[in-house]
Structure formats: C-alpha cells, structure tokens
C-alpha cells in the first residue's frame, strides 16, 4: 500500500490546527488506497510542546493512519544517526543546516523529507500551523483529495481527472510532481500596513522582489499580485488544471511533492528568510515536469503573536532578509529556466549537481546590489515612521552581517545539496518506529 506523509511543522501553539490536519488525514486514508502517515514537527516552548502531546494523545484512532509527533530532541537525535551513517563529510555543520536554532522554512520542510524518507513515503503534503480549511455545504475542503488522485502518475493519465489541461503534449509521459493551491483571506499581515500606510512606499519596497528587466506593467502585477495569494472568493466548486505550474500561483501551506523531486534537491535551508522555501517549486517548473493546480485553497490568518511589538521586528528581519536573497534566488532561477529540460538527468529525475552550481555561482554576486536594497528598506521605513523607524534602526544596526550572511546560506545550501543524495540513502535506511515519538 502506498504510504504518504502529511506533515505539519510548527513552532507555536496550535492545537486546533493539528486536530483539522488529523481530519484531512483520515479523509485521505478513508476516500483513497492510501496510508496516511501524520507528521509534526514540534519546535514549540516547553508549556506549548505538554498541549500538544496532549492533543495528539486525544486524536481518535483511525485506520491506515499513524501520527508521528517529534520534538525538536527527537528530530536532532535521528537526524544525528542518519547524517553518521550518511557518510556525510562534516557531519556537525550538515546537521546544523537541517535543525538551525533559528526559523528556517526550508529547514523544517527538509527534516520532513528525510523523515517522509525514513518512513517509506512516496510524497510529503504540507501544510501551516496558521492556516485553516474552507468549508462547502458545511463539510471541510481538503487539498489532500487532488494530491491524492494526481502525485506521481503520468499526466496523460490523469488529463481526464481534471478540469482542464494546458500541459504542454511533449511532456505528457511525464509523471505528476506537484500539486499544490494557494491561500484565500488575510495577505501577510505586515506588508498590508505597508500598502494601507503608503501605496507608493509598497511599490518601491515589494519593487524588489520582481526580477530586473520585466517590462513596467508586469512589474506593476507582479507587486499587485504579491503577498495576496488567491484572494478572498469562497470556495464554490472544484477546479483543477493539469499544467506547468508556476511557483506564485501556490503557496507552501497547501503543496505536495513527489520523492522524487524532494530526494534529488533539498530546501535552502537559510534562517530568518521568508520565501526560501520555494526553490523547488521553480525547478519543477522550468524543468517542465508536470503538476496540478486546484482550487481549494487553504484559509490564512495571523496568530496574535504575529501583531505583537516583537512579532513585528522578527518579520521585518525575515522579509528583509527575503528582499536581500532575491537577487542570488533570481540569479539561479534565471540558470534553471535557461536549462529547461536539461535539469533532468536520463531518467527523468533532477540533476543536484547542475542546481549546486548555479546556487554556488549566485555567491558571486556584487555585494553592491544588496548595499543598494537595504538603502530603499531604510529610505522606505523611515518615510513611513512610527514603529517602521525602529524596525529601520534595527536593520541599519546589523546591515553588514546581512549582506554577508545572505550569500553564506546560499553557500551552505550548495554544502547541503552535495550531501544530500547520501542523507536520503541513509535516511531510506533508517527504521522508524511506526508511531514515532513524543
């Protein structure tokens, strides 16, 4: 029976996330030849970590499921083992890259990789802890139904499931490798007040994040588009489209990916960066490998912690430091699209080696660009004031580290993708006991 990971990540409270997640796991072991393997990563404080256990300990038991629930201990203890056995020629370091004491969203994805790995997955379905499902006829609406019915067969097999098609035909033998939706409800919650303070600060400031060179009216919906996700609709009906899928058209909380794609290439494991996480989904796109686009979108929202003074400046921090990424993600985004099909080996999987070397040629950069970028921040925040202006004394304070630690996570991560096709070997080799740990 093939085995799935559902995967939930988390550093802070959410209890009634995991209990809905739980829902859409027996949904999917219910409706499809399935095993659902529930996986959460808890990174969450000691009195938030004793809640958890304590939902999980209350989920009901059902069939072709297994909950796993590994704090951070547990997750350092066997990603230690696995890195050993790997053969891994700095052990220490890869393991730091994995579990970093700071937020990393590519970090956490990877560690349910390798644990997807070790339990015997074909696919990891993830999904946030600040997230909720929408709801049709009072029933909720879960993305694991198309995952479930697409991942990993061949698009001209599943052409008829769908909606529609615009795949490109030479592509057709190709196996399904990502199926994914986006959000409805709140954009990110400070880049809102950014817009609703001022438009044309928002401009300049989520300017940045458009690639060098679109003509002015794709860049102009490029930055209306950003951070918005699919907008507010409610959910009425299914639509799904068997296509390229383009990397803004999703987001991270409502993705599933194919072994696949995730055993060849890991996440950037880069800390305090938000939009990270999304390297995969270009390289499935340029390589031109198949995937679906639906509909039912995953509702977002903000958790208070989030709208504190603290909350604040630790995004302010993680956007910056995306801002100051973009220009060494858009350097290897430009190689991956120049490659197109040359990504993939003979047999169809992703070449590590040829994405190791753009990521290392992205480090060449000037640093000049980035001196340039915290410049708009700063000018930016300053001319919006209030606590903008402290957030803006916070960056200038450590405006050198930045820069240089920008393109030393873009060199880890070139480190991590060499060692990676080894962790996973060892990983597949690990067993994991069925119910994982507490």
Known sequence: ?????????????????????????????????VEVHLLILDSSPAPVLAEHRRTVAALPSVPRVVVHHFDEAAQRDLLREVIVRSGAAEPDRVLGLMLPDRVSYGACTNRAFLLAEALGCASVHRRD????????????????????????????????????????????????????????????VDVEEIRRLDP??????????????????????????????????????????????????????????????????PLPPATDTIGSDYLLLHLVHDARLPGVLHNRHIVNFHTGERRSDSGFLAYQLRFTKFLLATPHLHSVYA?????????????????????????????????????????????????????????????????????????????EFALLIDAWAAVVRASGDHELSSGGAA
């Not at 990971?5 to 999917?28: D, F, K, Q, W």
């Not at 102009?220 to 803004?248: H, K, M, Q, Y």
């Not at 991956?336 to 999987?349: H, N, Q, R």
């Open 129 to 188: 802890s600040d997230s909720r499902y929408q709801h049709l006829d009072g029933e909720p609406v879960f993305p694991l139904h198309h995952e479930l019915a697409a991942l990993g067969r061949r698009a001209s097999d599943v052409a008829g499931l769908v909606s529609r098609s615009r795949l490109d035909p030479a592509a057709a033998h190709r196996p399904v490798s990502l199926v994914g939706g986006s959000f409805v409800g709140e954009m990110s």
């Open 1 to 33: 029976m093939r085995r799935v990971c559902l995967t939930l990540p988390t550093h802070r409270a959410c209890s009634g996330t995991i209990r809905a997640v739980a829902a859409e796991a027996a949904y999917g072991a219910r409706e499809f030849d």
């Open 200 to 265: 044309v600060v928002y401009e300049d400031v989520i300017g940045l994040s458009v690639p060098d060179g679109y003509p002015e009216i794709w860049r102009r919906n490029l930055i209306a588009e950003s951070f918005r996700g699919a907008g507010t609709a409610a959910f009425t009906g299914d639509l799904t489209t068997l296509t390229t899928v383009g990397p803004t058209r999703v987001d991270m909380c409502n993705i599933a990916l194919a072994r696949e794609v995730y055993g060849r290439v």
């Open 335 to 411: 190689g991956t699209k120049a490659a197109g099909d040359s990504l993939l080996d003979a047999g169809g999987g992703l070449r590590a080696d040829a994405v190791a070397a753009l990521v290392r040629e992205s480090t060449r950069l000037d640093r000049a660009e980035n001196a340039e970028r915290l410049d708009v921040v700063d000018r930016s925040y300053r001319k919006l004031g209030g606590r903008y202006t402290e957030a803006a004394d916070f960056l200038a304070a450590r405006r050198e580290p930045l820069i240089d630690e920008v393109r030393e996570d873009m060199a």
